[in-house]
């Protein structure tokens, strides 16, 4: 089972160098995300989703591929590339895979103008590893939800509240 977690940054970047250190550590095996979005609320109180993978775009591709296979069975391969494109396109922009959107919008609605807030869904991480990488990049943020146990929230807790005590 995945752990969720959602952590508020002061700042509208702080969520996307966090992803960003986040990326890191998945590629130094630390830990394994299904799924990372950045949420950031602008001066004006928009709420906008920044998701790690474009669906649209992908399906879009994949749909343009076995579009224009099944076009060169049927000897006509840009009427089938464009019909893949298309039906591919649409079936990314409908599915909605890992956090719910829905959630990440209400939650982004809380947040202060000008801040931002980061959503990780966790397969499976390196507990102890991964909160040694967080002090080391001094992370500052408030949790906003989780599913973690309740040992693990606290110790992600303290790392973050001590970051901003140090910060301020």
């Known amino acids: 089972m995945a752990d969720l977690i959602a952590v508020a940054f002061d ?74 494109a298309g039906a591919g396109a649409i079936s990314g922009a409908l599915s909605d895979i890992g956090i719910d959107d829905g959630f990440m919008k209400e939650l982004g609605e809380t947040l202060i103008p000008g801040s931002s807030a980061l959503f990780v869904l966790v397969r499976k991480a390196t507990g102890d590893r991964v909160i040694e990488r967080l002090r080391e990049v001094n992370v500052e943020g408030r949790i906003l939800r989780t599913s973690l146990s309740k040992e693990d929230e ?15």
């Open 11 to 84: 700042d509208e970047s702080k969520a996307f160098d966090m992803r960003g250190e986040m990326v890191r550590m998945q590629k130094d095996y630390l830990l394994d995300m299904e799924d990372v979005v950045v949420v950031t609320r602008d001066a004006e109180g928009k709420v906008k989703l920044h998701q790690a993978v474009n669906l649209t775009a992908a399906g879009a591709v994949g749909g343009s591929f076995w579009g224009l296979l099944i076009g060169l069975l049927f000897l006509n391969p840009l009427l089938g590339l464009a019909v893949g």
């Open 154 to 168: 606290a110790t992600l807790r303290e790392v973050l509240e001590k970051s901003r005590a140090t910060a301020e």
